[in-house]
């Protein structure tokens, strides 16, 4: 089992930015090095959206049109940790944004390939 636990929301500004943290632990037969990351998105009313995905580790990363230029996913395996740097954040980001944990090489964007979700953190952005 991988517990995943994100960081860094809050309300902000348009234009401004936000650095979100995932910090995972947990038992399992792998390392956090051996696991894809990924950041998604769903706001209110709306289905779930991919973001943005790195690969074991962290040399191919993969993002959305919508955040391309603007969004950037990095990790530290040696603190089994996952960032996404949102800049320039638009109204349209606000969102509750949930990292997940894949056993695929990466970057990965189907959610159904993932294995295991945080909880999620709030991010508001105001016109």
């Known amino acids: 089992q991988v517990h995943l636990v994100e960081s860094g929301g809050g309300f902000v500004q348009a234009g401004g930015s936000l650095r979100l943290s995932c910090a995972a632990s947990g038992r399992t037969g792998r390392t956090f090095s051996h696991y894809a990351m990924g950041w998604f998105r769903q706001a209110p009313g709306k289905e779930r959206d991919f973001v943005a995905a790195?690969?074991?580790?962290?040399?191919?990363?993969y993002l959305a049109d919508s955040v391309k230029g603007r969004f950037t996913i990095a990790r530290d395996n040696a603190k089994n940790a996952v960032y996404l740097q949102m800049n320039s954040l638009k109204p349209e980001d606000t969102a509750v944004y949930s990292c997940?944990?894949?056993?695929?090489?990466?970057?990965?964007?189907?959610?159904?390939?993932?294995?295991?979700w945080g909880q999620g953190t709030q991010v508001t952005v105001s016109s």
């Open positions: 790195i690969s074991w580790t962290g040399d191919s990363t």
């Open positions: 997940a944990a894949s056993t695929y090489y990466g970057p990965v964007v189907p959610d159904n390939r993932y294995d295991y």
